[in-house]
């Protein structure tokens, strides 16, 4: 089998800017042969977008059937494309994919918020992905991230260091989750994650402002690095809990 990724960082470099279409579709059917179903490009380079300093390229390959010799057709150059800021591409068989939708409805959401599709079926046309269990992926991905929030914090020992770098690794997932919320509220969710806020505080009544001071901390804000962290983190949770009651809620 061809070396896919190979192919790809060689179609970056040289071709940065052209139609992804063209930089990646015969790498791919070259590889893949008849095996292969969809190639789809997500997140903000699917928008035609960058997003900071650099932007990845995300993308979910989907196969007739995943044998263990298609994870070996990356391995020659897989150093090269994680050294270059990428994530390897998700491999779906698309049977598995199709069956997904129950466990992955934030993931799934996202991807076709923002997809292109490069070659082949576009997977999530006709896609029914309930609400149901939209609710439920809320429910358990912010019921989690509250309980290693407490534990991080037991174990920080009022360090405030290590306060704020717990708090700042956790604002991107929670925010995440925050757009699907909204979702669920019957609103069209942003683009951006921090546009969630305002529209979390009108629907959900939560305070706003303590995200956004979160968020400050992440990108290097030192004035809202000196907050007490502590007196931050009490905040944090509370906002966050009440998000989960709302989820909550919605399930009676």
């Not at 190639?39 to 699917?46: D, T, V």
């Not at 199709?98 to 896609?127: A, H, W």
């Amino acid at each position: 089998m061809a070396d896919i990724l190979t192919m790809f960082t060689d179609a970056i470099t040289k071709a940065h800017g052209r139609d992804l279409h063209s930089m990646f579709t015969d790498a791919i059917t070259k590889a893949y042969g008849r095996n292969l179903r969809s190639i789809i490009l997500y997140g903000s380079m699917a928008k035609g977008e960058e997003s900071g300093k650099h932007s990845d390229y995300n993308l979910l390959i989907i196969l007739e059937k995943v044998g263990f010799e298609d994870l070996r057709a990356l391995k020659g150059s897989m150093a090269e494309w994680l050294r270059a800021g990428n994530h390897p591409p998700l491999l779906f068989a698309r049977s598995v994919f199709e069956k997904s939708t129950d466990v992955f409805p934030i993931e799934f959401l996202d991807i076709k918020d923002n997809r292109r599709v490069l070659y082949g079926e576009d997977p999530f046309s006709g896609l029914a992905i309930l609400d149901t269990n939209l609710r439920h992926e809320c429910e358990f991905e912010l019921k989690s991230k509250l309980l290693k929030l407490r534990q991080g914090y037991m174990s920080c020992h009022d360090n405030p260091r290590q306060i704020e770098h717990l708090m700042s690794g956790s604002i991107s997932p929670v925010l995440t989750v925050f757009r699907h919320v909204l979702r669920l509220l019957g609103k069209v969710p942003p683009a951006r994650k921090r546009d969630a806020l305002p529209m979390l505080a009108e629907f959900a009544g939560v305070d706003a402002a303590v995200f956004e001071a979160v968020l400050n901390i992440k990108h290097g804000d030192k004035k809202a690095a000196g907050n007490d962290m502590s007196s931050l983190m009490c905040d944090y949770l509370r906002e966050i809990e009440k998000v989960i009651s709302v989820v909550d809620d919605m399930d009676q």
